[in-house]
């Protein structure tokens, strides 16, 4: 299925995380605390860098209008949020863990890796397609352009914009 365009950006952000997820599964497949250590090292610098941003995206942007056509209480909507909850527990307890220097558990390397992937797949397969139904063209394209104006902020500027309404 093609994409639209206002949604490529975050596919492409999706194929860096899919990138991410299969090197957790690896390492923990392998199970050698080296390669554990350097898989949630590398994760917990993507997570960082873009992952916690491309979540805070889909939920200030992308969410809201499906909403508008289907309902914070559409099951695109619930599950989307209950994902995006599931993998920032696990990432906050992977984090802790590092910092405690306990060593990294393959279990959790694992169930994070897992928990990535299925999230970008169901997002991919599910709640983009739609998305793409129920929305307009120039909902889509104003999506699109104030996904760009807070990627803008946040590059120009170390502290997360904030989305300001006017209604």
Avoid at 14 to 29: G, I, K, T
Avoid at 33 to 47: G, V
Wanted: glycine share 2%; charged share 30%.
């Amino acid at each position: 299925m093609k994409r639209h365009q206002s949604l490529h950006k975050l596919s492409r952000d999706h194929h860096h995380a899919l990138v991410q997820a299969r090197n957790l599964n690896l390492a923990a497949e392998r199970n050698d605390e080296a390669d554990l250590q350097q898989a949630a090292l590398e994760f917990a610098a993507f997570w960082e860098r873009e992952l916690k941003s491309h979540f805070s995206l889909e939920e200030l942007y992308l969410l809201p209008l499906l909403a508008k056509h289907k309902s914070t209480g559409a099951e695109e909507y619930r599950q989307t949020l209950d994902q995006h909850h599931e993998i920032r527990d696990l990432i906050d307890r992977l984090i802790e863990r590092m910092a405690k220097a306990t060593g990294v558990d393959p279990q959790l390397i694992e169930a994070l890796g897992d928990s990535l992937r299925n999230h970008i797949r169901y997002e991919e397969n599910t709640l983009f397609p739609s998305l793409e139904a129920v929305a307009g063209e120039d909902e889509l394209r104003q999506m699109s352009e104030e996904i760009d104006e807070e990627n803008s902020a946040r590059s120009a500027c170390p502290a997360p914009a904030k989305r300001t309404t006017t209604d």
